[in-house]
């Protein structure tokens, strides 16, 4: 039997391809560095649907939709969320979400892919005591993201940066919060229902949570000055220096160098510049120190360790981090579970039984 199911083909997908040895991502038969930095989100949105809706516009109708849906979101979510902003964020931003109805339309998709983005900013005002800003529907999406927090327009730079973190993350094979939203779509579950269950299995700090505790990990190292001496105690406890180490590559992830370069083009002289140059010096440190510890595996830098870096540059505070990965991963999330539900065949491993065995009665 396979733990953690190494291995195992539980779908068959047109949508993306992870090559762990080659180190590359494919989405829809484009190479990842194809479209980060080249395509909008909302134009990536619309390669991930194409076939699973029969209403699915064209790209520029597509944006206005999706602007739409920000204000589809905003209108009815905004009273209850000064419920919701005590709660943790994440947990706040997935129970807003539940609140949206398990219907099936483009118009329902479009509003769950809209939702983290709107959500998230809102939740961070009220936390700060400040009011929701609403969003521009003609704007782009995460120019509008930028905007809700700030109460400014961003400048191209940043706007640019964060929609390309929004598509680098767009989708990723059948990672764990993805297989559970196909899991629950399987079972022909409103998409809603589908999609709380992927938002359910990226909180984990081995899935979505490591960004939030990649900067943790910089902020002690800092403090600590000696990196090597840092990193390998943790691995004596029997820890794991978050941003490196994936089930399925074990050469460099891909997405780790294009988030990279993006933190490098806004950095510059700068506090990014300077916390990048820190970043990297504690990267090659870690590679090191987990080449001794682990020398049988190759664990290398993920796409979590630049992210940390690009959502600080970006002006999130790191218990948002996942928040905003949640606002990428949900476009592939939804063209999951549509995938998934064209099958029409409910996902039902079995299970080995190894518990007590009841005495048989004569
Ligand atoms: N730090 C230290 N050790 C690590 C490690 C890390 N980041 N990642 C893997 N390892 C070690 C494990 O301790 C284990 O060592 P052992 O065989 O001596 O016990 C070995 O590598 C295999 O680990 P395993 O948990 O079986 O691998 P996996 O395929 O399940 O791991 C992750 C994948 C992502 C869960 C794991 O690399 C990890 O926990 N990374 C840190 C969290 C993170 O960055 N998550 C974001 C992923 S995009």
Redesign the pocket.
Known sequence: MAN?L?DVVAAETVLSDVDGLGGHLTIRGHALPELAGRWRYAQVIRLLLDGFFDDLPGDDELAVRLGEARMEVFEPLTPSLSLLAPLEIYSAMRAGMALLPDGETLTDALRLIAAPAVLTPALLRLERGEQPIAPDAKADHAADMLRMLKGSVPSPALATALDTYLVTVCDHGLNASTFATRVVASTQAGLTSAILAGLGALKG??????PG??IEMLDAIEADGNAAGWLRA??AR??????????IYRVR?PRADVLKAVVRQLGGAGATGRRLAFAEKVEQTALEV?RQ??P??S?QT????YTALLLEAAGFPAEAFTNVFAAGRVAGWVAHAREQQTTGRLIRPLSRYVGPVPDLVA
């Open positions: 953690g190494d700090p081995l899935h979505g949570g490591a505790p990649v943790k691995i029997g820890e794991r220096i978050m941003g490196f180490g994936h089930r992830d987990l510890a682990k049988s595996r664990i993920n796409v979590e360790f």
